[in-house]
DNA sequence: TGCACCTCTGAATAGCTGTTCATATGTTAA
DNA sequence: TTAACATATGAACAGCTATTCAGAGGTGCA
């Protein structure tokens, strides 16, 4: 016998199972504009070539050619990408002449990557046949 | 007076600012399967839905039905939602009858989920208007 | 057994995303 | 000024993804 009870969520009935469980979590749960934010950021981080550019910029700046070269990318590519970054704050650039010089602005994204990067290490010393890098 | 020199990357001529620069940030750059690893990671947090699954899992397990309800999905929808995460072991699963009960399996994720909660409206405390640039 | 129930799955579709190509903008040097 | 250069941008196309719908397991209860 699972009792379950039926509960009104943005004015539907829902079938639960545990009701207090849930309204209980459902409170906690961020607002859809937070949780919006969020997201967007894990999915600027969820592209491998976007990844490798924000890893390449985890030491300093790096011109838009030396970012190209870095992650094996198209100068548009690049540029195509690093503007996305830009738009949500997570790199910033500095214009010198013709050059443009990107750094990562963000240091929450910075912390998500140094967290990554340890894990991946981790990963590395349990698999070490893989190899450090191509 | 830009001295840029060419190098060469993986068979291929390229056109480099700081070549020093370059071949160390690129020796230091993780290997294709771990970068793939991790961006597959972060893809799976940056869908809105899916994230809050996983946020609603941070407490302990809960069944479909009340994932559910908690993140106003289908009953559809988070079940394939769930067999994405339970392939790349994010999440597993304890089955009770004919009820599933799924809980956060990946140590790894529960850290990038904290810190994003963590850091949710902070953002908004420090940048109030968001979209002026571009 | 029959039936309601919870979850899972496959197919299909609509929407999003990342790349390329061509071109524009702005800069430096001759 | 002209030419080469560094980056930025728009359009378009291919590939991926998330949702819905319909239905298929399995499970518990009468």
Do not use: K
């Given at each position: 016998m699972n009792s379950y009870s039926e509960v009104q969520i943005?004015?539907?009935?829902?079938?639960?199972?545990d009701a207090p469980r849930v309204e209980s979590v459902r409170s906690r749960m961020p607002g859809q504009e937070d949780l919006a934010d969020t997201a967007e950021v894990f999915g600027l981080l969820g592209d491998?070539?976007?990844?490798?550019?924000?890893?390449?910029?985890?030491?300093g700046e790096l011109c838009v050619c030396d970012l190209a070269a870095v992650t094996g990318q198209s100068e548009s590519a690049?540029?195509?990408?690093?503007?996305?970054?830009?738009?949500?704050?997570?790199?910033?650039?500095?214009?010198?002449?013709?050059?443009?010089y990107y750094r990562l602005?963000?240091?929450h994204v910075r912390m998500l990557l140094d967290l990554a990067i340890a894990h991946?290490?981790?990963?590395?010393?349990?698999h070490p046949?893989?190899?450090?890098?191509?």
């Amino acid at each position: 016998m699972n009792s379950y009870s039926e509960v009104q969520i943005d004015g539907c009935t829902v079938r639960v199972v545990d009701a207090p469980r849930v309204e209980s979590v459902r409170s906690r749960m961020p607002g859809q504009e937070d949780l919006a934010d969020t997201a967007e950021v894990f999915g600027l981080l969820g592209d491998p070539n976007r990844l490798r550019l924000l890893l390449a910029l985890l030491d300093g700046e790096l011109c838009v050619c030396d970012l190209a070269a870095v992650t094996g990318q198209s100068e548009s590519a690049v540029s195509h990408a690093l503007r996305l970054l830009r738009a949500h704050r997570v790199v910033a650039v500095r214009r010198a002449g013709r050059m443009a010089y990107y750094r990562l602005e963000d240091a929450h994204v910075r912390m998500l990557l140094d967290l990554a990067i340890a894990h991946t290490g981790h990963t590395q010393a349990i698999h070490p046949e893989r190899g450090g890098n191509d």
